[in-house]
């Protein structure tokens, strides 16, 4: 008799020969994740909870009046379709998708290049585990609200790198309020990445 826990399922074991899975069975699983369209759009795909069908969330990298995020429900019926465009051309060994909407517009997805992982130390735990981008529905929030909300988390994750030492969060405080009176600042509220303002911290 067979042991305990024989794999009655299991292809190898009983010699049957797996057929291939199509290009419709495996796309699911590779246009999941993360990617960055040619207009200038930020992709994440996944798939719905409660449902089977896939969804798409498009932000946009570049902001302009109209800018705003969407949601596009990705379906198969004859062909793959995500809103209005139909799958012109797949790339799996390049992770490269052309879709094309009826008007004859192109969008092609490259996926978006995976961090690379830190050397040294990081001050934030959330950077090391390489985990993929959570997918979130857009909300009715202005985005300059929501880019006020990313200013004030990045002062916070600053202020959690300098730990409790006094001297230097107090002068992060100073930073913050001379960069408020310098004339020709360019974020209104933290300093560019290339200010000398950020050299008189002494962390």
Not at 64 to 85: Q, Y
Not at 131 to 138: D, G, K, N, T, Y
Not at 169 to 178: K, P, S, V, Y
Request: hydrophobic share 40%; aromatic share 8%; proline share 9%.
């Amino acid at each position: 008799p067979p042991p305990a826990g024989w794999p009655w399922r299991t292809a190898e074991r009983v010699g049957m020969v797996v057929a291939p899975l199509s290009f419709d069975e495996r796309f699911p699983k590779l246009v999941c994740g993360h990617w960055l369209d040619s207009i200038g759009n930020s992709i994440i795909v996944s798939r719905c909870p409660d449902e089977q069908e896939l969804r798409a969330v498009l932000t946009p990298l570049i902001d302009h009046p109209d800018a705003r995020d969407r949601v596009l429900a990705v379906r198969h019926g004859k062909e793959w379709r995500c809103g209005n465009a139909l799958l012109e051309f797949a790339d799996e060994q390049a992770q490269r998708l052309v879709w094309v909407t009826d008007d004859g517009r192109r969008s092609i997805w490259s996926r978006a290049a995976g961090a690379q992982e830190p050397e040294g130390g990081v001050a934030f735990p959330w950077l090391l585990n390489n985990a993929v981008p959570e997918p979130w529905m857009p909300l009715d929030v202005p985005r300059d609200i929501l880019y006020d909300g990313a200013r004030v988390a990045a002062l916070l994750d600053i202020r959690q790198m300098i730990g409790s030492r006094t001297e230097p969060q107090e002068r992060l405080t100073h930073i913050l309020m001379d960069h408020d009176l310098h004339p020709m600042r360019g974020d209104y509220l933290i300093p560019g990445a290339e200010s000398v303002l950020w050299q008189t911290l002494p962390v």
